[in-house]
């Protein structure tokens, strides 16, 4: 700037010689100095601007770190935003951890990943930040001390590996007996942080590399690859199969996981396998209901499965027309599952209190092996089921992880040879809100019934 206002002043004096040759000296210097003062004012005015403008940036450079401890502080979050709000969960977990804020081109559809916690989707929202919050996430176990079980963060959307009970479960020590005091996530699906490979505003990968014991003595060397990508408007139509009506807001995202033998043995029927396993955390209501499609041709006692903590009273659960209906109110402890040859590769729920439609889709093989994973080693081992649901409920003690529910898949063993060989499994969630016209639209065209069947399902 100081060098083009010499060249400036250059020319006014070259203009003041050429045309002022009817002035005098002493007139031809004043005219210059008025010019030069001129000039001067101008220069000032620029400085002072830009550094105006320094200071501002300066500030809300340093603002935008001020501003992110004041809106993390406990007392802050409530005045900004309330708690079921996606502002509040985001403001939140930014206190624990750099999370990965993945958005839609629109800016509404959000979802919220973290390294730090096991390569999580905690939550997503298909309104900003102002929306509601889709997923459970358990506050108070940031802060707690690390649990001898499970550190229950929450998160609508979690990799864990597979079995959980049975003579391959990595669940249990070995020859331990399969009862609750036994029972511990191992740490790298509960308390490791997993490692960013790739990340941008749609998508992000994570890695995962690590070693367990089975319940059988067998050490598997592992490697987990985890790709989490939101979903646009026109994907998420493709997938149920119609138009999503303007007066109802969506938020999609797809999960790629695929595990890898990195170990020096074979995993086969003898030494025990793995598997990938998917489940889906919610925060439960009076008027949930979790449905999960299944061929009626298969509708048999080894088809579904519902004792997995005892059976299920019969007010909390209905089979008809090839749907299974299950109450989601995390007021008692219960879990099911669906055979491979009986399931589909979709499932959902209806929570008609706040008026939100969740629907998962998944990878399904029908003929694979799949782990059972009932807390017992009584059973073949390879007689498994391929989807789940969980409703969160006091254990004995009267002490309650949640409450939450849960909609889970699992895919096949993982008959891997040593050194590379993987397998992959797709897991997909979508959330919906919006008017009941659009949502039942929806609901009839996935599952071909309607919401006033699956409200009155279970009354």
Known sequence: MVAETTIFYKNIIICVEAFGQGLTARQKFTIRIQFFIQISLTMLESIFRASIIIVVVFVSCNGSTSEKSEDLDDSKLSDNFKMGQFGYDHQFLSKFDSIILLTSRNGEAQVIVSSKYQGKVFTSTAEGNNGRSFGWINYKAFTNSVDTH?????????????????????YFPEGADMSFDNWKVPAPIDTEPWSINAVDSFSVHLQKNGTLKNYAGTTLQFAINRDIRILDLMEMEKLIGGEIAQDVHSVGYSTHNTITNAGKNDWNEKSGTPCIWILDMFPPTAETTIIIPFKESSASSKAVTTNYFGDIPADRIK??????????????RGKLGIAPSAAKNFAGSFDAKSNVLTITFFTIDSTGKYLNQEWTTKKLPFSGDAVNAYNDGPLANGNQLGPFYEIESVAP???????SSSVSHEHTVLHFTGSQMGLNDIVLKVFGISLDQIEKALK
Do not use: V
Not at 319 to 332: P, V
Not at 413 to 419: D, N, Q, R, S
């Open 413 to 419: 063993a993982a008959f891997l040879k040593a050194g």
């Open 150 to 170: 499970m550190n229950a963060y929450g998160g609508e959307n979690r990799l864990w590996l597979g079995p959980e009970g049975g003579p391959f479960s990595l």
């Open 319 to 332: 089979m008809e027309h090839g749907m299974l209906f299950f109450k989601a109110d995390g007021k008692h």
